[in-house]
């Protein structure tokens, strides 16, 4: 059975096949649509993709898009939340709506720090003790989409 997406979750050029998913598994779970940004360091036929995201993977709403500015026709009127460990902004002081996009870098790279300084006003972190470097991808996902679906239980 497949759901009208409520959220948009991104991923800017994923290289682990594990992550995503997982993250597919979380947009399942919060009726999101999982976006991938190409190139990917994987194959989405990738074994560890769908074992990660187990049997939901079927139920998952999600396309590939060969760049962000694809993705933008796509979404034209929604609102992008660019999530950076470099923002000063944080996750939570964002009111999301449904249909918001949440956009992540790469597990080794994250956002490109050009993308990043275009969208300054629309870039969030989520904070962590300075002994670490990022979160995981996965991890970062599903913190910022039960967020969205927190306030809108509110």
Known sequence: ??????????????????????????????????????????????????R???????????????DLNALAAALREASFWYFSKT??????????HKGDVLVFGSETQGLPKSLLEKNAEKAVRIPTSARVRSLNLANAVAVAAYEAVRQWAE
């Open 52 to 66: 990660a995201g187990l049997d939901y993977w079927k139920h998952l709403e999600w396309a590939a898009v060969d």
């Open 87 to 96: 923002a000063t902004v944080p996750y939570t002081a964002i009111p999301y």
């Open 1 to 50: 059975m497949r759901y009208e997406p409520q959220l948009h979750v991104v991923l800017h050029q994923p290289e682990i096949p594990h992550n995503t998913g997982n993250v597919g598994r979380t947009c399942v779970a919060v009726e999101a649509k999982l976006w991938l940004v190409r190139p990917l360091g994987f194959r989405l036929d990738d074994h560890h993709l769908r």
